[in-house]
Nanobody, 121 residues
């Protein structure tokens, strides 16, 4: 099995910063795409940012220039540095990873349990 454990959420004032981390562990041969989605109350889950194993990144327009996604392939960990946070960034943030398992087969998509980010004064 594969587990994704997130950390780094919390309460921050508008204009502040937070750094989310998501570490994958378990029966992992390799991880391809990794990234973050978020879901605010009453809204659909949306892609925030993603990164390929080679480091190619993709961002939602709403976070471009404020958020930075990165990963450490040796640690099977993805990060999301969030700066200039706004109240509309308030949501539960979920990490994901597309994993090739040691048991073989195709890629399997795994999700973290979610971490709350609240931006409020």
């Amino acid at each position: 099995q594969v587990q994704l454990v997130e950390s780094g959420g919390g309460l921050v004032q508008p204009g502040g910063s937070l750094r989310l981390s998501c570490a994958a562990s378990g029966s992992i041969f390799s991880i391809y795409g990794m990234g973050w989605y978020r879901q605010a109350p009453g809204k659909q889950r949306e892609l925030v940012a993603s990164i390929t194993r080679a480091g190619t990144t993709n961002y939602a327009n709403s976070v471009k220039g404020r958020f930075t996604i990165s990963r450490d392939n040796a640690k099977n960990t993805v990060y999301l540095q969030m700066n200039s946070l706004k109240p509309e960034d308030t949501a539960v943030y979920y990490c994901f990873a597309d994993v090739q398992r040691l048991s073989g087969g195709g890629l399997v998509n795994y999700w973290g349990q979610g971490t709350q980010v609240t931006v409020s004064s």
